[in-house]
């Protein structure tokens, strides 16, 4: 039986909003908003949101359209070679953990809603192999590459790598949401961003899935 774990990204696996922030309010001043800044705080308050509707609520001084998604797509293409670069905060024990979850016969995925990019920006960064035979990531997807939600995302991952009986580990919210759109258990990464307004399998660190993912597929 081929059972799968699929992640969430940001709250889940890594804290990248301080880089993030950083790298938006480059090119927030570079494109003349001088008197506008992104806060780490502004970011981990849209962490999951598709990057339209990140741009719809931190920039209300540009006007919808053209010059909104103008500087959207600076910031995104931005914020990728500068993750590359500069990384972000892996919650403890991260690594460690995939690669006895990989031993213990587990396939392992990273479904996100964020732009085409992010995902592979946080592997190269920390070294993780993807998309390989024996590679510690098995597949990745994310809104970016093809718009679609993350619920669709999740069932197109489950689907299209044959998965038998797959769980989603994410923090907030819309994980869950999108995991019953999708059909799958959930476990909740308590010591993410968000709360669940639902009685769900939790874990406080990362190293705890390795004993709870067992009791849930």
Request: charged letters at 25%; glycine letters at 8%.
């Amino acid at each position: 039986m081929k059972k799968g774990i699929i992640f969430d990204m940001d709250g889940t696996i890594w804290d990248s909003s301080e880089n993030v922030a950083r790298s938006w309010d480059i090119q927030v001043k570079k494109h003349g908003y001088v008197n506008e800044s992104v806060t780490q705080d502004d970011i981990k308050s849209v962490m999951g949101k598709t990057m339209d509707v990140i741009a719809d609520i931190l920039f209300p001084y540009t006007k919808p359209g053209d010059e909104r998604n103008v500087l959207r797509k600076a910031c995104e293409e931005y914020e990728i070679d500068y993750l590359r670069e500069h990384g972000g905060y892996i919650y403890p024990q991260v690594v460690e953990t995939l690669k006895v979850l990989k031993k213990l016969g587990y396939k392992l995925y990273i479904v996100s809603n964020c732009q085409a990019g992010y995902i592979e920006a946080f592997l190269e960064y920390f070294n993780i192999e993807w998309g390989k035979e024996d590679s510690l990531i098995d597949d990745i997807e994310c809104y970016g590459n093809n718009f679609l939600s993350k619920g669709e995302n999740i069932a197109l991952v489950v689907k299209r790598n044959k998965l038998d009986k797959a769980v989603y580990v994410g923090d907030i919210q819309g994980d869950y949401d999108s995991t019953c759109e999708a059909g799958l258990p959930f476990i909740h990464a308590a010591y993410g961003f968000g709360t669940i307004n639902a009685d769900v399998p939790a874990i406080s660190t990362f190293s705890e899935l390795v004993n709870k993912v067992g009791t849930v597929i």
